[in-house]
């Protein structure tokens, strides 16, 4: 388990970066205790850090970060079922989402989650451990949409998984 807290850190500069400076990036963003990090790679072939962070609330959020300009990607909430933001905007259920996923990466899904993006957009994420082998791919499908958002694949994990 990673147990760091750094509030109120400021990112790097893109010169500068490294892990430790992707990190304080995102505790500058969602001061917190880190509990996983992932290392993806987009479709495009980027270097992404994703730190799942509990903040002090006991709100869950995934923040990510270049890993080669150490800047902020994204910033997202991990919400539960009955989240009333997410029930009230999603078009599609999970069961449709996990369908959509499948047809982008054959395999086996491992699991779905409820995130909510900047502004309130609800979004599944859909992690599959893909039939033609290789790294989990993470699947994002809009919740509005049913649309193909991003695929990550999984390169490296750190931290408490689930059943931990």
């Given at each position: 388990m990673i147990g760091v807290l750094l509030a109120g850190a400021a990112p790097l500069r893109a010169a500068e970066c490294d892990f430790e400076g992707c990190l304080r990036t995102a505790l500058a963003e969602k001061p917190g205790k880190v509990w996983e990090m992932e290392i993806e790679r987009e479709e495009q072939g980027g270097k992404i850090y994703k730190f799942e962070i509990k903040d002090r609330?006991?709100?869950?959020?995934?923040?990510?970060?270049?890993?080669?300009?150490?800047?902020?990607?994204?910033?997202?909430?991990?919400?539960?079922?009955?989240?009333?933001?997410?029930?009230?905007?999603?078009?599609?259920?999970?069961?449709?989402?996990?369908?959509?996923?499948?047809?982008?990466?054959?395999?086996?899904?491992?699991?779905?989650?409820?995130?909510?993006?900047?502004?309130?957009?609800?979004?599944?994420?859909?992690e599959i451990v893909p039939?033609?082998?290789?790294?989990?791919?993470?699947?994002e499908v809009g919740a509005l949409s049913g649309e193909v958002r991003e695929i990550r694949e999984e390169r490296y994990e750190i931290g408490e998984q689930e059943g931990d």
């Open positions: 609330e006991g709100k869950e959020w995934k923040v990510l970060v270049n890993a080669q300009t150490g800047c902020l990607v994204e910033t997202e909430e991990v919400v539960g079922r009955g989240n009333a933001a997410f029930e009230n905007g999603a078009k599609i259920s999970p069961e449709e989402a996990r369908q959509t996923a499948l047809e982008k990466v054959p395999g086996k899904v491992k699991e779905v989650e409820r995130k909510l993006e900047k502004g309130g957009m609800p979004v599944y994420e859909v039939r033609s082998g290789g790294g989990e791919r993470e699947v």
